[in-house]
């Protein structure tokens, strides 16, 4: 737990609106002399800037690694999303997990996960940090706040929490867990990733630092690989500040203008994205052919209540379950004409794959049906399509694939 005090002080000089400060924050024109009153930020590509006088970076910029006019731009922006005070963006959203251990944690430090992590995340505490540096890592159903606490031991130092959780959706209460942290060193993360900061807001709801890949929702058109950081306490932002440049991990000038350019419109394709699954949501649950849908914005949804209270929609990330076998599963995912059969998710293009043989092949197999990732379960990233277009789609597959 780190400095609140300062997060809230903050909220209070925050007068614009989330749609203003997506599309302004960061590319204020600058009139200064020998400018040229750029409404959108130049990408900076100079590995070095020239200074007056030998001590002292004339503009405040000396190397790009250690900070770049656009990438500033950029993290500047990614603060005001989050009503963070600091943003940092990095080369990936793995790269920026990365620094952020590697700041945070020492050998012999505990980590508490949620149980069905980013593969990605799952992949690097397990490698990374527990086989080559000793970190210790439980990983526990997060949805019951008890057995986030159970878990809590004297080195533990980081409570990662990604709701909703991938493919399955499973959410936690960032709240509850955030207040069984208070007055511990530990440090809660949140993986905002599926629901972007549009949607919820971890910050908010008490947790210390926000992680996000933009691959997916903020730059959102599928054409960039990024990773950011955001938080409100400078001891540690100073922390994370130092290992980006000591690591390298950074975002390039160009990668920095797609993201500044993709989140101008975050709001409206966050608002389309919910829409269109909502509609997905509930055509899948009245068809004959589908087991069970996992989209937090059905009211049949387990934990629909708990979606309501933290979140301000429920994004554009489903999973659902066919009454088939693999190998009709397999049939049905081939069959569709617009869902690209890809991983990744996020862009405006809607996306469909098969967690068990492409994002998720890495548990064994016996270890993912308990969790309920079956052969059977399919995960959607609905794009911002026309909706009749996307369930035409989904309904000429079902129909090709029970034909056979
Ligand atoms: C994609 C993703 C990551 C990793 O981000 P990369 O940009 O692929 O490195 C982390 N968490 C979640 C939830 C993701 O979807």
Not at 286 to 295: A, F, L, Q
């Amino acid at each position: 737990m780190i400095n609140r005090r300062r997060k809230k002080d903050l909220f209070k000089r925050n007068i614009m609106k989330f749609e203003t400060k997506a599309i302004h924050i960061g590319e204020e024109p600058k009139f200064k002399e020998g400018g040229s009153g750029d409404v959108v930020i130049p990408i900076h590509l100079s590995s070095t800037f020239a200074r007056k006088k030998v001590d002292e970076p004339t503009y405040g910029y000396e190397y790009s690694r250690t900070g770049n006019p656009t990438r500033n731009a950029l993290e500047r922006r990614l603060a005001a999303l989050e009503d963070a005070k600091f943003g940092l963006a990095f080369a990936s959203g793995v790269a920026a997990e990365t620094v952020l251990c590697l700041s945070l944690l020492k050998s012999g430090d505990h980590i508490i996960a949620s149980g069905d992590l980013y593969s990605g995340t799952r992949r690097l505490f397990n490698t990374v940090f527990n086989q080559n540096f000793e970190v210790e890592i439980s990983y526990v159903d997060a949805r019951e706040v008890k057995n986030v606490k159970k878990a809590i031991k004297s080195n533990t130092r980081l409570v990662w929490l990604e709701t909703p959780t991938n493919p399955l959706m499973r959410l936690c209460d960032i709240k509850a867990i955030s207040e069984i942290t208070e007055g511990k060193d530990i440090i809660v993360v949140v993986d905002n990733t599926f629901m972007s900061p549009y949607f919820q807001k971890p910050l908010n709801l008490g947790a210390d630092i926000v992680v996000h890949s933009t691959t997916k929702f903020l730059n959102g058109h599928s054409d960039s690989i990024g990773g950011a950081i955001m938080l409100s306490d400078d001891k540690t932002y100073s922390a994370l500040k130092f290992y980006q440049n000591t690591t390298g991990a950074i975002l390039s000038p160009f990668d920095s203008f797609l993201v500044l350019r993709g989140i101008k419109t975050l709001a409206i394709r966050m608002e389309k994205h919910n829409k269109n699954a909502i509609r997905i949501a509930e055509y899948l649950e009245s068809h004959p052919k589908v087991k069970r849908v996992n989209y937090p914005g059905l009211k049949s949804y387990p934990q629909h209540n708990l979606a309501r209270k933290q979140m301000s929609g429920f994004g554009g990330m489903l999973s659902f379950e066919i009454d088939a076998n693999l190998k009709e599963t397999r049939a049905f995912l081939e069959n569709l004409k617009i869902f690209a059969l890809a991983e990744s998710l996020g862009g405006v293009e809607s996306l469909i794959e098969h967690p068990a043989i492409m994002t998720h092949s890495y548990i064994p197999k016996k270890e993912r049906e308990k969790m309920g990732i079956t052969d059977s379960l399919i995960r959607i990233s609905v794009g911002i399509e026309d909706i009749t277009d996307l369930i035409e789609d989904l309904d000429n597959a079902f129909k090709r694939t029970t034909q056979k």
